[in-house]
């Protein structure tokens, strides 16, 4: 064994030590001060919590002060749940939560995705200091501390539709770059749908600041201003046609360049045809044609992926950008400086660049395919609105769109006309074709007083009625509002997904950083070379399962 793998096993052995300190080793507890009736404790948090743990009295506010010294992962809150209290924590900023603790014991205290752990100690408070408690209390009521976890502010919801995620992991890089901007509530991605609701405090941050950041990680946010209406809907669909071409280009170049060098390298490898051309084999014809497959077709993967790292966090296009990124870069090395590397392993990888890439976009562009159809129940339900209503004004009758229908209004439904709003029968009798609510293709008379739906189809006589619900309060809009929120909404089981994703890419990548150690150290000869491919393999192979 030579000094060059006595080094990888000591650094290795030195890192497993670290890491099992870092995480399970003995820690110290830091004592609340007393300030003014209030503990307070000072928390610095960058890749933990420091202190991790803390003792405080109980029954006094504790008043806790984090300075957070990044950003990404999910560190941008923390949660006392025992406690009901949580708070948001702004990345390279610092944010205070405030809180009685009037349990005894140890208490777990984490982040938001309960991956970064502290603990808690509350104990008793004894007979001398049940004085400064008191006063710490009257001062503390005074000042506006006590049980409530977080001042009340008047929330708003917005949602937008989310554009360039390609894998669960991307859910958890958004969800925690928009948790950790002040004034956000509540966060919720859900990548079947592509859309993402925020609950925010205007007063703190804006739906453009929202936007903003979430680009800076590799994202879009394009906000849904009516969700469920037909522009809405429209527009969205469009912006998908336009996506879906823009795949498709790509996948056809990719296809076009890729395809060619991948027959010519498997007909020459596996079955040493010599109908092969020679040039191509040659590694600069390979490396002309894969060079646009890397950096045209796979640039949005690339970039998504470079920028999902930059903030400290890994998807899917990590994996797949440092897989071809390495594996592209070695083949460039054998075909510009050939003699930097041994004979035994001079060849090139440049068909496993151009496959991979254009695998992966034509399984997103299958995908992009499939998820355009989960807005299609939504148009077929728009579809079902009238357009237009009879308005009975002043005794004449006036053709006036849905839209400008308010309560009270008197409106005439002839036969053959769909029902425009909901509302109750003041005039006639007739009968109404109810399938779209009930499912029943029988036919149902209606007379005066009766409840009228909106979007049902009337078939036999005219009657008048009178408005109850308009716009969004009809029966089909709250319909169509139920069916984007199930679209929209999580399981249990999907938040568990989303949880062992944010930890499968990361654990890849110590993974592959594992298998070069290994193989560098006992594996055989060229062991650097070898390393490198072993490495990337690892890499190639878990783009997939991402």
Same mark, same amino acid.
């Given at each position: 064994m030579g000094i060059s793998e006595i080094i990888v096993i000591v650094a290795a052995v030195a890192i497993v030590g670290f890491l099992w300190w870092f995480f399970f080793g003995p820690k110290t507890a830091r004592n609340a001060q007393l300030v003014g009736g209030v503990q307070e404790?000072?928390?610095?948090?960058?890749?933990?919590?420091?202190?991790?743990?803390?003792r405080v009295t109980e029954g006094i506010p504790l008043r806790l002060r984090f300075d957070r010294q990044e950003s990404g992962d999910c560190t941008s809150r923390v949660?006392?749940?025992?406690?009901?209290?949580?708070?948001?924590?702004p990345a390279?900023?610092?944010?205070?939560?405030?809180?009685?603790?009037?349990?005894?014991?140890?208490?777990?205290?984490?982040?938001?995705?309960?991956?970064?752990?502290?603990?808690?100690?509350v104990e008793p408070s004894d007979g001398s200091t049940s004085s400064t408690e008191a006063g710490g209390r009257e001062v503390a009521a005074a000042v506006g501390v006590g049980p409530s976890t977080e001042s009340t502010v008047v929330t708003e919801r917005v949602e937008f539709r989310v554009s360039n995620m390609s894998c669960a992991s991307c859910v958890v890089n958004i969800e925690s770059v928009l948790n950790e901007l002040p004034g956000v509530d509540r966060v919720d991605v859900s990548f079947g749908t592509?859309?993402?609701?925020?609950?925010?405090?205007?007063?703190?941050?804006?739906?453009?600041?929202?936007?903003?950041?979430?680009?800076?990680?590799?994202?879009?946010?394009?906000?849904?201003?009516?969700?469920?209406?037909?522009?809405?809907?429209?527009?969205?669909?469009?912006?998908?046609?336009?996506?879906?071409?823009?795949?498709?280009?790509?996948?056809?170049?990719?296809?076009?360049?890729?395809?060619?060098?991948?027959?010519?390298?498997?007909a020459a490898d596996l079955f040493a045809a010599s109908w092969v051309p020679e040039f191509?084999?040659?590694?600069?014809?390979?490396?002309? @044609?894969?060079? *646009?497959?890397?950096?045209?077709?796979?640039?949005?993967?690339?970039?998504? +992926?470079?920028? !999902? %790292?930059?903030?400290?966090?890994?998807?899917?296009n990590s994996l797949i950008t440092i897989g071809t990124m390495a594996a592209f870069g070695y083949s460039l090395l054998v075909t510009l400086v050939p003699s930097a590397v041994p004979e035994q392993v001079r060849a090139v990888y440049y068909e496993a660049v151009g496959v991979i890439i254009t695998l992966i976009l034509l399984g997103r562009l299958f995908e992009v395919r499939a998820k355009a159809g989960t807005g299609e129940a939504i148009r077929k339900l728009i579809?079902?609105?009238?357009?237009?209503?009879?308005?009975?004004?002043?005794?004449?009758?006036?053709?006036?769109?849905?839209?400008?229908?308010?309560?009270?209004?008197?409106? @005439?439904?002839? *036969?053959?006309?769909?029902?425009?709003?909901?509302?109750?029968?003041?005039? +006639?009798?007739? !009968? %109404?074709?109810?399938?779209?609510?009930?499912?029943?293709?029988?036919?149902?008379?209606?007379?005066?007083?009766?409840t009228v739906i909106g979007a049902t189809l009337n078939q036999t006589g005219a009657f008048r009625f009178e408005a109850t619900n308009v716009g969004a309060d009809?029966?089909?809009?709250?319909?169509?509002?139920?069916?984007?929120q199930a679209q929209g909404s999580k399981a249990p089981i999907q938040r568990l997904a989303d949880l062992v994703s944010s930890y499968f890419?990361?654990?890849?990548?110590?993974?592959?950083?594992?298998?070069?150690?290994?193989?560098?150290?006992?594996?055989?000869?060229?062991?650097?070379t070898l390393s490198l491919v072993a490495a990337v393999a690892v890499l190639i192979i878990a783009c997939p399962c991402a």
């Open positions: 404790v000072d928390v610095t948090v960058k890749g933990g919590y420091s202190p991790d743990v803390i949660v006392f749940s025992d406690f009901g209290a949580s708070k948001a924590l390279f900023g610092t944010a205070t939560l405030e809180f009685t603790p009037d349990k005894i014991g140890e208490f777990d205290f984490a982040c938001g995705m309960n991956m970064i752990h502290g603990t808690l100690i592509e859309r993402a609701t925020v609950d925010f405090d205007p007063t703190q941050i804006t739906p453009t600041e929202l936007e903003s950041a979430v680009a800076d990680a590799g994202y879009r946010l394009v906000p849904r201003t009516a969700p469920g209406s037909p522009d809405t809907e429209d527009t969205e669909a469009a912006e998908r046609r336009a996506e879906i071409r823009d795949l498709s280009r790509r996948v056809a170049l990719g296809a076009a360049l890729a395809t060619p060098v991948m027959l010519a390298v498997m191509m084999l040659n590694p600069w014809f390979q490396l002309a @044609l894969i060079t *646009p497959v890397m950096f045209y077709s796979g640039w949005p993967i690339h970039r998504t +992926g470079w920028l !999902t %790292l930059r903030h400290r966090a890994a998807d899917m579809g079902l609105q009238a357009k237009t209503a009879t308005l009975i004004r002043d005794g004449a009758e006036v053709e006036v769109p849905v839209d400008d229908l308010v309560p009270g209004d008197v409106v @005439l439904v002839r *036969p053959g006309e769909k029902v425009p709003v909901d509302g109750v029968i003041v005039e +006639g009798r007739s !009968t %109404l074709d109810e399938s779209m609510v009930t499912g029943e293709s029988i036919p149902v008379t209606k007379e005066t007083g009766d009809t029966m089909l809009s709250q319909i169509i509002t139920l069916v984007e890419v990361p654990a890849v990548m110590a993974i592959a950083v594992a298998t070069f150690a290994v193989w560098f150290t006992v594996g055989p000869e060229p062991a650097l």
